[in-house]
């Protein structure tokens, strides 16, 4: 029966997730998998490139970080554009920029061209990740979010898995440029999917006002039957009006927390970038193969699609920091082990799938965490700011790898560093789930309330 008010909130979260959801996340995975899939191609050509063109760690240290510097500005910048613009025309602009920009890459005839086109790479695929986990946070009912964030977001290491598994067999037979080309074909292939069935956040539409007959149509697939002509939608305000994305995300109520999603999310992404950059050139280093450092890099990967599910689940039936938190802590013990266990290709294996499922399913966990947190006004620039310094710790570590390598220090030692940060991450989700979370979490359910 039609309704002459509905709010969209209430609508999501007290309805069973529908088919339309089902395909709107289905949406997203593809989308995350495509950008992990192009994220961590360097790292399986790396090894390539240094015996075919004579290339340092160091100039392999400036080509990972060029495309993490664009990254960080593609995150920076899409953000508050999101939240100006709307999340489905940034999604979809990114997703064909960094697909072309991969194609380009494929043609590189030296290292500064290589450097420059993979800059260019990186805004798409900086821009794509923060808002993907806005529009599926804003379709998802509050009580399964983290879950189905975390599903969304283990595509990341799902596609960065099937990297692994397609350089494993195709660097061998074809070479590096024909990995590159198969990570530049695929993102322009789902392009025309993602304008025909990715639709606009419903919540985003109805506090930029738009008309009623565009969010109506929607929400006739969220829940046929419930509008009419005459129908208004509503979404009750957690925040003040008049205030910008930027001011609410470093107001006074939110500064704590998002200083520490900041800290813990540049910490996290140096570790989780350091190893799945330089994981596969550390391994060669010690004796093995390119197709052995490339499998277990690969199960590094696949861990982490595992453990974001674990991660996600988790996090909907217990305090979400204190979930993640442990997780990082368990990781940082199993990184310290991985060092240990230089000897056997079989162990490594196993550690890297151990290592990933905790780190890179705990990394998936920060989405739904800052997601959680913001409102619909201000959360495409929450999470693309969190994004954007994380991804600076992700610059940093491309730099932090070449020097380790170049220091000559030994594999254990390497890897009892690299434990640090997911130390460093445990500690900045424990400080904001004992401050920063309590306090917004009280004021979500005042509001929730009065809307009611």
């Not at 996290?268 to 004796?287: C, E």
């Not at 600076?392 to 220091?407: K, N, T």
Request: proline share 4%; aromatic share 10%; charged share 10%.
């Amino acid at each position: 029966m039609a309704s002459n008010e509905i709010d969209v909130r209430t609508l999501i979260n007290d309805r069973p997730i529908c088919g339309y959801q089902k395909l709107i996340i289905l949406l997203g995975f593809i989308v995350i998998a495509l950008d992990g899939f192009d994220i961590t191609l360097m790292g399986f050509i790396a090894p390539e490139l240094k015996s075919q063109w004579g290339v340092s760690n160091q100039q392999l240290g400036m080509v990972i970080s060029a495309a993490l510097v664009g990254l960080t500005i593609g995150a920076l910048l899409a953000g508050p554009l999101a939240d100006w613009l709307g999340r489905k025309v940034i999604i979809i602009n990114s997703v064909f920029f960094f697909g072309l920009w991969t194609l380009v890459t494929a043609f590189s005839h030296n290292i500064d061209q290589m450097i420059f086109f993979r800059f260019m790479t990186g805004l798409g695929l900086g821009a794509a990740m923060p808002n993907v986990g806005t529009l599926i946070s804003e379709y998802a009912p509050e009580k399964k979010r983290s879950f189905i964030i975390t599903v969304v977001f283990c595509g990341f290491t799902f596609g960065a898995a099937l990297g692994g598994f397609a350089a494993s067999w195709v660097i061998p037979q074809m070479g590096w440029h024909a990995l590159l080309l198969l990570g530049g074909i695929l993102p322009l292939l789902s392009v025309p999917l993602l304008i025909a069935r990715l639709p606009e956040s419903v919540r985003f539409l109805v506090t930029r006002r738009a008309s009623n007959q565009r969010i109506g149509k929607i929400v006739e697939k969220l829940a046929p039957g419930s509008t009419n002509a005459e129908t208004r939608y509503t979404l009750p305000p957690l925040v003040a009006p008049g205030k910008g994305a930027m001011q609410i995300v470093i107001s006074r109520q939110y500064r704590l927390g998002s200083l520490m999603l900041w800290l813990g999310y540049f910490m996290a992404l140096f570790l989780v970038y350091l190893l799945g950059s330089w994981l596969p050139t550390l391994v060669k280093g010690i004796g093995m193969s390119v197709a052995q450092a490339a499998v277990i890099t690969a199960l590094y990967q696949a861990g982490g699609t595992l453990g974001s599910l674990f991660a996600g689940w988790l996090m909907d039936r217990v305090d979400p920091h204190r979930a993640l938190g442990m997780i990082y802590l368990l990781g940082a013990g199993l990184t310290l082990s991985i060092g240990l266990a230089s000897h056997s290709s079989l162990m490594l294996g196993v550690l890297a799938l151990a290592c990933g499922f905790c780190l890179n399913g705990a990394n998936t966990g920060m989405n739904a965490l800052s997601a959680h947190y913001y409102p619909t006004e201000a959360r495409a620039t929450g999470s693309s700011w969190m994004h954007g310094v994380g991804r600076i710790g992700a610059i940093l570590s491309a730099f932090a790898g070449a020097e380790m390598l170049a220091s000559g220090w030994g594999f254990d030692r390497i890897f009892a560093i690299i434990a640090i940060p997911a130390l460093i991450t445990a500690c900045a989700i424990f400080i904001k789930g004992a401050r920063g979370y309590n306090r917004q979490a009280q004021l979500v359910s005042r509001e929730t309330a009065k809307g009611l």
